[in-house]
């Protein structure tokens, strides 16, 4: 047998291997170690002195130094810790009552809850047990069927491993040497397009056939209003947010009514106003946080100017560091667009508070409370990697000190649950690393024998274009995502595409973030539907695994619309990295 069909021969056994249920890390050094001995046997040598064992301590080197691994562990710990924190009931609380005149309200609000925890954890088997445990018995109740209720958290809880911080993102960058903060860029809209698709096909669903998701009883849907509210507004307004400005200014009344811990006080007020402005000022301030990076912040760069002689240095100029020319300042279309969305801002601002009545009061504070802390630590998060504040690594540990923060905050996490996190950030860690050391063996000891050579001749005798290139490669991903998971297909199988990318001059980052919604099917797809096991896991008896594959499915469907829909409009992933960070 030549060494190109040893090669592939290696190729095909991992996969038989993986299937039968072996350890993929080991499975991939065992095969490489095997491999590799045969292809550097040299009869004249001792067998201790094979050149493979060189390579299995130079690759091992190699993957314990890589600085992009280094934030694998403190974004896996910042998930852990919300996780075992338990700080998403309330959170879904809160947003069930936000929703609740919606059809499939419970469905609806069970998939933002899995979209916004996915991304602050980033753990697709923790989300799903969660969310089970907390959302599907009430689905159930509530005569939701069971499809729909199984889908939703099964389809919901994997997004988080695509949208950023990920850790499948960190390990293709790994994988591919690219840039982790352009890959968190791109993968940023179609992570949250995905979601959208997914939130339109339930609500279609529901509408088309309203007995899928029965309206719900009116004790879940009644707003717990404390009395005091109540008797507030037959003494000042109807309007509770004209009713606190008024009170603010005139508190004697309002001081005089009794709450459920005594007088209503000054403070008391003051913190319900605050509450009520909370929707007007994230407005405002996005608005002019928008203003500010694309008019104020261009032209406080473009007064800046190089200093003498620094050219002749060797330092690019001021346009090449990224700052605009000076007479460069923001077209009109960006003045009538700002424009337009401001009014419409002030619209809906407008409207929401025409009616700010006890209940959407009481429900703002609710969301205040629990979405908006973890809110604001993922926008931090994911703001000072994407306007290169500082780095992936620095983020993944402001974001873990956030979590400690936040649980703490919630009196939720004691000594027994911060181990527990830290235990299982270890052993994540560990699979992880060992997963890299193995891989990095295999594809040497692949390359070595020629597999990787033969592959890409094969591919580029087929004479295809770049797009038939793509749909090539991400369909041979999609069938890989049947039988094994995301790792395996990252760290394994990836790396053989990736030097064919430059031949058909398609760039790495667009299919990367293909790849990553393509992966989205290796959590959906049956036989290792691994979403399906964990849903099933907390689940009730009369619950099967089949009813779960089948809820599952068309949301498969809705992944391969989306990468389509990708394929026609790239810029749904480059247009964010190529404006930050240019082409």
Not at 42 to 63: C, K
Not at 245 to 272: I, Q
Not at 287 to 312: M, N
Not at 436 to 445: E, M, Y
Request: hydrophobic residues 60%; proline residues 6%.
């Amino acid at each position: 047998m030549s060494d190109p069909a040893l090669g592939l021969t290696m190729l095909m056994l991992i996969v038989v291997v993986i299937v039968m249920g072996f350890p993929t890390a080991f499975t991939l050094m065992g095969l490489g170690m095997f491999f590799g001995f045969y292809a550097f046997y040299n009869p004249a040598e001792h067998w201790i002195d094979n050149r493979v064992f060189d390579l299995m301590v130079e690759r091992t080197y190699g993957a314990m130094t890589n600085d992009v691994l280094i934030s694998i562990p403190l974004f896996v710990l910042m998930g852990y810790v919300m996780e075992r924190g338990a700080l998403v009931d309330k959170m879904f609380y809160s947003i069930q009552l936000s929703f609740r005149r919606v059809p499939a309200s419970l469905a609806i609000a069970t998939l933002i809850v899995c979209t916004f925890w996915g991304i602050a954890s980033g753990l697709v088997g923790a989300v799903v047990v969660l969310m089970g445990v907390i959302a599907f018995n009430p689905m159930l109740r509530a005569g939701y069927d069971v499809k729909l209720a199984s889908g939703v958290i099964t389809a919901g809880g994997t997004l988080g491993i695509l949208i950023p911080p990920s850790v499948m993102i960190i390990v293709y960058a790994a994988v591919a040497g690219q840039s982790i903060v352009k890959l968190y860029a791109a993968a940023m809209f179609p992570g949250f397009f995905l979601a959208f698709l997914y939130l339109v096909y339930i609500l279609g669903w529901a509408i088309i056939n309203p007995k899928i998701a029965p309206p719900l009883p009116e004790d879940q849907t009644r707003v717990p209003v404390p009395a005091w509210m109540r008797s507030f507004q037959t003494v000042y307004s109807r309007n509770m947010l004209v009713g606190l400005l008024s009170a603010l200014f005139s508190p004697s009344k309002a001081t005089a009514l009794e709450t459920e811990s005594g007088r209503l006080t000054y403070w008391k007020l003051f913190k319900n106003f605050c509450a009520a402005l909370v929707p007007f000022a994230l407005i405002v301030l996005t608005l002019l946080l928008v203003w500010w990076y694309v008019v104020i912040y261009p032209q406080a760069s473009a007064d800046v100017e190089a200093p003498a002689g620094l050219e002749q240095l060797g330092a690019p100029a001021v346009e090449e560091l990224g700052a605009p020319a000076v007479d460069a300042g923001p077209a009109t279309s960006f003045y009538i667009t700002f424009g337009i969305i401001a009014a419409l801002a002030a619209v809906v601002l407008v409207r929401y508070y025409r009616n700010m009545t006890a209940e959407r009061l009481e429900i703002l504070k609710l969301l205040v409370s629990s979405v908006m802390p973890l809110g604001i630590l993922t926008v931090v998060v994911l703001g000072v990697i994407l306007f290169g504040i500082t780095t992936a690594t620095e983020s993944a540990a402001v974001g873990a000190a956030g979590a400690f923060l936040l649980a703490f905050q919630a009196r939720t996490l004691d000594w027994k649950r911060i181990k527990e996190a830290v235990f299982l950030t270890a052993k994540t860690t560990a699979m992880v690393c060992w997963l890299f050391v193995g891989s990095a063996l295999f594809s040497a000891v692949f390359a070595i024998l020629g597999g990787q050579a033969l592959l890409e001749q094969w591919v580029l005798s087929l004479d295809l274009s770049p797009v038939q290139f793509m749909i090539l490669s991400q369909a041979i991903i999609f069938i890989l995502g049947w039988p094994l998971e995301w790792t395996e297909i990252i760290i394994i199988f990836v790396p053989i595409f990736l030097p064919m990318l430059k031949h058909f001059n398609i760039d790495p980052i667009l299919w990367g973030v293909l790849v990553f919604v393509n992966l989205q099917a290796a959590f959906l797809s049956p036989p290792v539907a691994m979403s399906a096991f964990y849903l099933k896991g907390v689940s009730p008896p009369h619950v099967t695994l089949n009813q779960i594959f089948a809820g599952m499915m068309p949301y498969m469907l809705i992944v391969i619309l989306c990468m389509i829909l990708m394929y026609i409009w790239p810029g749904m992933a480059l247009w964010l990295p190529n404006y930050l960070y240019g082409g």
